[in-house]
């Protein structure tokens, strides 16, 4: 087979679908691999790195669509991007369909194959192609947030973890998943005061354990959230529901009683965000305010460090990419149905459930498009 990357063109993202050992991974496995000129300057991959192990550099990403049977990328396809996408071919991405209809008629007209890095699933309902990225931005929102919070950037200028004789900032992060646990990792390293909120009772169990006193946990209804927010100089969204628009857990109503200059950071955006008040922002603008509370909605926040994020994507979404290269992806689906998940779109149909009831298409079983 014939698999292509391309040069990420979302704003700020460096990341890069490939590395050029996984490009070599894929050689040896008897594939072609074409790489568009630049692709991976981002991470400091230079082409001559690509070419070292045996890939092929094309001018330009139109070469690299037209010719490959498979495209790997980071991102969602940009609309100029999907123009180029055909029928039969693959496209194997993050992509984050509920919250963008937009996206999702593009790809079902272009008769793409589209599997979904965030809903291939693993053992125990896990999303192990989105775990490592909800780590990395998880532990961002921290740093971000702390940024946010100094007053030249519009923040309360307070520093989360105090100093001798003055309390630390007192940090909310609502969901206690992988990006809630490592958010909150971040934040008790600096010293902040720091709860997690979250609806499970065994998963506020587990952190409660794992951070002792280090971290309180609450549980996660609309009482307790709206009284936490009033206390918060940075709440963290970080809640998740997978394939699906992310709920809408703080309303316009609840930054009433929010501090002045505090920070939410929505790392649910990608899914459409999970505060009423968010909306995307990009790394060269990442902030907005709205009734004095400062918001960081950056959609692609792994993408400020690309390298380490590039690496750490590559290491979980390269043995698929395999797969699907040395089976053909309906025989690669049909022997992993945990990658079958993965099937959001294909040949002009919707196959997976949420994004189908998101978007009010009609909902067709991966089963029924392999046949």
């Known amino acids: 087979m014939r698999v292509g990357t391309v040069r990420e063109i979302k704003n700020h993202e460096y990341r890069v679908g490939l590395t050029p050992e996984s490009a070599r991974e894929l050689v040896v496995h008897g594939h072609q691999v074409w790489v568009e000129t630049g692709a991976g300057l981002g991470i400091g991959a230079a082409d001559s790195d690509y070419e070292s192990a045996g890939a092929t550099i094309q001018p330009d990403a139109k070469t690299v669509f037209d010719g490959c049977e498979m495209v790997v990328k980071v991102k969602e396809p940009q609309a100029g991007e999907r123009a180029m996408l055909r029928e039969g071919q693959v496209l194997y991405t993050y992509l984050h369909l509920a919250p963008d209809p937009e996206q999702t008629a593009d790809l079902i007209r272009s008769g793409v194959t589209a599997i ?4 291939v699933s693993g053992p125990g309902n896990s999303l192990p192609l989105l775990k490592p ?12 947030g702390a940024t946010a919070l100094e007053k030249a950037h519009g923040g309360r200028g307070v520093l989360l973890g105090g100093v001798p004789g003055v309390m630390p900032g007192r940090v909310m992060v609502i969901g206690g998943g992988v990006v809630g646990f490592n958010a909150a990792q971040m934040a008790v390293g600096l010293g902040a005061d720091t709860t997690i909120l979250d609806r499970d009772p065994e998963v506020l169990e587990k952190l409660g354990i794992h951070f002792e006193s280090r971290a309180k946990t609450r549980f996660s209804n609309r009482a307790n959230i709206q009284q936490m927010l009033c206390e918060a100089d940075l709440v963290i969204g970080a809640v998740l529901v997978p394939g699906a628009a992310a709920p809408k857990l703080v309303t316009r109503e609840m930054l009433g009683c929010m501090k002045p200059g505090a ?5 649910a955006i990608d899914q459409g965000g999970c505060f009423e008040t968010s ?19 950056v959609a692609n926040m792994p993408g400020a460090v690309a390298r380490t994020s590039t690496y750490a994507l590559n290491n979980v979404t390269l043995p698929h ?7 053909g992806w309906k025989a690669a689906l049909k022997a992993n149905p945990h990658l079958a ?5 294909s ?8 994004v189908a009831s998101e978007l009010a ?11």
Request: overall charge negative; some cysteine; charged content about 15%.
């Open 321 to 327: 990419a395999l797969r699907i290269a040395d089976l």
């Open 263 to 267: 920070v939410l950071v929505d790392v």
């Open 347 to 354: 040949g002009g149909k919707v196959t997976y459930q949420a």
């Open 279 to 297: 909306h995307a922002t990009t790394h060269a603008d990442p902030t907005y305010v709205v009734d004095g509370v400062v918001h960081y909605c």
């Open 133 to 144: 990225m909800s780590q990395v931005a998880g532990r961002m929102s921290i740093q971000a």
């Open 361 to 371: 298409y009609d909902y067709v079983p991966v089963a029924n498009v392999l046949g």
């Open 341 to 345: 998940d993965g099937l959001n779109v």
């Open 116 to 119: 979904a890095y965030e809903t």
